[in-house]
């Protein structure tokens, strides 16, 4: 409150790093806020002599002001609090200080009225005017006598208020002075240090001199520096796309931000405020560079004509490494700064022949980009929902994709979106209050679209306290509806309690060890009336819940959604493509043997370090004896019943003891492991039934451990196992906890592929391979296929397994590994009815479009390609999408397309040779606007001439310019 009134409201930047803005702006060791308060106070009691609407206004423009400045502070702090949730458009007043601007003008009034009356005090010099002031006394004596008035003085008084009137002159004359002085005293630190002209180091402007001299139309990436790693620690939280930069004098907002002012070449920024782009820059900032997850950066800014990379001197080590360990560039330029030239770079403009439909998030550009034979610069991408007005698969464009590509997705997703925009689906994020404080209220949070996952609402609806949150929707139809919702799946999740008009339906918890996935779950199924209704989600606290959106509709409505697109997939004549990161898929509680880990360059991926599954608990267990105690028998079923707290024990001192496993198919087992209790086994061995004889696989002697893992020469393919024993330990007979046996098989949760068209399929996955790596099976709807990993090199790589055949409906994919094995990702891709095979990089190789395309650009809204093209093509405008960009054609206009979700692009059905305008319509209505003005500025201007000089002649007789000018040909 003081600091508002005093005017001391200041930001905390700017200056920060080389002064305490709050207490060294100014004059230091000096009370100058105490006599700024008295000032200004005492400028305010000018209210007590002159009240009229101008005095008044100010004060009352001061008070607002002031609250408005000090935002939540105290007094009044939750009346702004309040404000802030409640009025509309109150967030204006968000850099709150700021709005200490109308105080200024103020205090500026006042102050200029207190002046303007302690000069006039000063000026009438009261106290070396001599006069006295006398005392007037009214006498009367007697009855009949007149009133007398008798004037007397008190000299003592008279010297006391000379006294006071001398002190009141120099008090006025001080603070005269200090009003003069106060504005210097304030602004102590500019005159001490000089004006603060910001400079940047000659080194930091080297590389972008040189930049001036390359020709061309080109954007750059200028690689930065976050606030948090110039002022706290170089090494956390960096962010290559942050704005400023800072020199010995202070910040600068600089190059890396905003800029198309670098010699007129775009720079890489922040996304500025466009949710597109910021999206897209916010991914590749905060969590591609930031986690070092990707070596293809500069691969998914190809398509964006990011030419140059610069990496200035003051980029932190980790922020300049991770540019360095990327793939496709070369260094042009080696000073203190480095320039890195991108190789995947295309101009502004181009084309492509080739497009893909994306069902998923921004994750889609890093994974499909580790595929070495997918070329971003080849093929468009286009997210849904591409085609924001209508149904997708109604629009005749849908077609000319060559691939549709579910990206950590399914065919529910796509069904779901055909509800957005009805009063039964609700977009949570929408309801989040625009805070950063996610324990005090439902907030929106950008998390989900950072990590890259596909949201629906661009932002979650989240918090990490206990709170509540009511979100109405409305039901046109009376009957049974099926509650949705859409949730993050991630790792400190808190339990998540949801009501259906006021009654509570479920409490769920969506905790999972990585960042794993946003998906539709089915909460319940209820009889609902037609009318208002309103869910409501309560957090209890205990960790984060993120929900993207909510649907409630009829199970008939969606189960015709989902034919209605199954058969729109099941005609469409391109490929279909489903791609899974390993880690969305298959982590979660059930698979304990799964963990994940995470790979600089690489990226997050599972990983299991195991015998195999262990088929032990399918079999029936019999044994040679059982042994009771306490009345309690120590049975052989407890030896495969997968509980470490229960155990099979023989009988006592009689040799040999066997326990056997018997399945009903035949198993392929790969070894077995022993967990004894302390009475162990010290000779036995591992045998094996072959329909005849039982061969033993493993003999051992000498044993002391209780816990034993034998792995066999060859896998064994029997129905038939035993453990053999014929000698104990000191307690001499044999117990064991548990009896495990290893086939290879799934060990993992299992994810699920809806197919929509039957036939052949390939499933590519990226694995780890190297020495000392195991195998890794894939179980695609109940067949095991096997990946070997075991390699003398250590890299990542695809490996392709089928084709094999898959009817219409689900299917579901699991893995198991025997070893250490790892996964990446992987995809699963139909093959056309005349293929036999495909190999993952053939399925992205296609011949070059036969299109070539130069490009002019006449000004910044207008560009010309000159086209020579033998087929139809997208051409690629790589500037942010906007609806305004047309492309003409012989005149005909073409829309623009959102493409790789950021920019624009043209669908082009025409060949030969011939030019496209590409124009910013835009530009367009301000050129009109532009004309419009300046004719009615002429024709006013005209107007009021003729009319003067014809209707008031008389006026023109004065001396004045206008009539000089007028006249002044007929005066000659
Ligand atoms: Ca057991
Ligand atoms: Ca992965």
């Known amino acids: 409150m003081t600091d508002a009134f005093t005017l001391r409201a200041v930001e905390r930047w700017g200056y920060i790093n080389i002064l305490d803005v709050y207490s060294q702006m100014g004059v230091t060791d000096f009370p100058l806020y105490h006599i700024l308060f008295g000032i200004f106070l005492l400028a305010y009691c000018v209210l007590l002599i002159r009240r009229n609407r101008y005095t008044i206004f100010f004060t009352i423009s001061m008070l607002i002001s002031i609250f408005i400045a000090k935002g939540p502070h105290s007094p009044l702090g939750q009346v702004f609090v309040w404000a802030w949730l409640n009025i509309p458009h109150f967030a204006i007043f968000r850099a709150a200080n700021r709005w200490v601007m109308m105080a200024i003008f103020s205090h500026a009034f006042f102050v200029s009225l207190l002046t303007y009356y302690l000069t006039e005090y000063i000026k009438k010099k009261k106290y070396v005017q001599t006069e006295e002031f006398l005392f007037n006394i009214r006498l009367k004596i007697g009855r009949i006598s007149k009133n007398r008035r008798l004037a007397f003085s008190i000299d003592s008084f008279n010297v ?222 286009f997210f849904i929902p591409a085609f924001s007005e209508s149904d997708p698969f109604e629009n005749e464009s849908f077609d000319k994709f060559r691939i549709l590509s579910f990206v950590n997705s399914d065919v529910l997703d796509l069904a779901m979106l055909s509800f957005v925009g009805e009063k039964n689906f609700i977009l949570a994020g929408n309801y989040g209050v625009p805070s950063i404080n996610s324990t005090a209220y439902w907030v929106k949070m950008p998390s989900w679209r950072i990590v890259g996952a596909y949201v629906l609402g661009g932002d979650t609806l989240t918090t990490f306290g206990n709170n509540r949150i009511d979100l109405p929707f409305e039901l046109s139809t009376d009957g049974l509806h099926d509650i949705w919702l859409r949730i993050g799946f991630a790792p400190s999740r808190g339990k998540l309690k949801i009501y259906v008009d006021g009654e509570p339906i479920q409490e769920i918890c969506t905790d999972t060890p990585l960042w794993s996935k946003l998906v539709w779950i089915n909460i319940t199924r209820l009889d609902l009336a037609k009318g208002s209704h309103c869910i409501t989600l309560e957090n209890d606290g205990t960790g984060y819940n993120d929900i993207d959106a909510i649907a409630v509709v009829k199970p008939s409505e969606l189960e015709s959604k989902m034919n209605k697109i199954t058969q729109a997939l099941q005609n469409f004549q391109g490929r279909i493509l489903y791609l899974f990161e390993a880690e969305n898929a298959f982590l979660d509680s059930s698979s304990k ?45 407890y030896v495969n019943d997968d509980d470490l707290h229960t155990r099979w024990a023989s009988e006592k001192s009689v040799t040999p003891q066997w326990l056997e496993l018997t399945w009903e198919e035949p198993q392929q087992l790969l070894g077995v492991r022993l967990l004894f209790e302390s009475a162990y086994a010290k000779e036995y061995s591992i045998q094996i039934w072959n329909g005849t004889d039982w061969i033993t696989q493993i003999e051992v002697t000498e044993n002391n451990a209780l816990e034993r893992t034998h792995i066999f020469a060859e896998p064994v393919k029997t129905n038939k196992l035993r453990v053999y024993v014929t000698a104990f330990s000191i307690y001499n007979r044999v117990s064991l906890w548990e009896l495990q046996a290893y086939s290879p098989g799934a060990t993992s949760s299992s994810v699920k592929i809806t197919i929509p068209q039957r036939g052949n399929y390939i499933l590519a996955a990226r694995v780890a391979k190297g020495p000392g790596y195991g195998t890794l099976y894939f179980n695609v709807s109940g067949n095991l296929y096997s990946v070997p990993c075991n390699s003398p090199v250590n890299q990542f790589e695809w490996c392709e397994i089928g084709p094999f055949f898959l009817e219409r409906g689900e299917h579901f994919v699991s893995v198991g590994g025997v070893g250490l094995v790892e996964l990446d990702e992987f995809l699963v891709y139909s093959l056309k009815e005349e293929e036999s095979y495909l190999t993952l990089n053939e399925l992205f190789n296609f011949v070059d479009p036969k299109v070539s395309v130069s490009y002019e650009q006449m000004n910044s809204c207008l560009f010309k390609a000159y086209v020579s093209a033998n087929e139809t093509f997208t051409l690629i405008f790589s500037d942010t999408y906007n609806p305004l960009w047309k492309a003409f054609v012989d005149g005909e206009e073409i829309s623009s397309n959102l493409t790789y979700s950021l920019v624009n692009s043209f669908y082009i059905n025409k060949t030969g040779k011939f030019t496209v305008t590409v124009y910013f319509t835009g530009q367009y209505y301000a050129d009109v606007g532009l004309t419009v003005s300046i004719i009615s500025f002429v024709s006013v201007f005209a107007l009021t001439t003729v009319f003067l000089m014809f209707s008031r002649r008389k006026w023109f007789a004065k001396p004045c310019f206008l009539g000089r000018l007028i006249f002044w040909k007929k005066a000659n």
């Open 160 to 381: 006391f208020l000379k006294k006071i009137h001398k002190i009141l002159y120099f008090l006025s004359v001080i603070l005269l002075v200090f009003i003069f002085l106060s504005g210097f005293l304030s602004c102590f630190f500019f005159f001490s240090q000089g004006l603060q002209t910001y400079t940047p180091p000659e080194q930091y402007l080297a590389p972008y001199e040189w930049l001036l001299l390359q020709n061309g139309d080109y954007k750059i990436v200028s690689v930065g520096r976050s606030s948090y790693e110039w002022t706290v620690s170089p090494d956390e939280c960096s962010d290559f796309a942050s704005s400023a930069m800072q020199t010995t004098l202070g910040w600068g907002h600089d190059i890396g931000f905003d800029s198309v002012f670098i010699h007129d070449k775009p720079v890489l920024q922040n996304g500025g405020w466009d949710f597109k782009p910021r999206q897209f820059v916010d991914h590749l900032r905060f969590r591609l560079a930031r986690e070092h997850l990707t070596d293809n950066l500069f691969k998914i800014l190809g398509p964006f004509a990011y030419k140059y990379i610069v990496i200035p001197p003051y980029t932190t080590d980790k922020t300049r490494e991770f540019f360095l360990n990327q793939e496709g560039y070369q260094i042009i330029y080696n000073d203190t700064a480095i320039i890195l030239q991108n190789e995947y770079a295309m101009p502004r403009i181009f084309a492509t022949a080739d497009s893909m439909l994306v069902v998923g998030g921004l994750e889609s550009f890093d994974a499909l980009c580790k595929i070495e034979g997918f070329n971003l610069n080849k093929t468009a991408l």
């Open 593 to 637: 043997d799964w963990t994940w880990t995470v790979k600089p360059y690489n990226g997050y991926m599972v990983r299991s370090e195991s015998l195999g599954l262990n088929v032990a608990p399918s079999a029936s267990a019999n044994a040679s004896s059982l042994s009771w105690v306490d009345g309690v028998p120590f049975e052989a079923k």
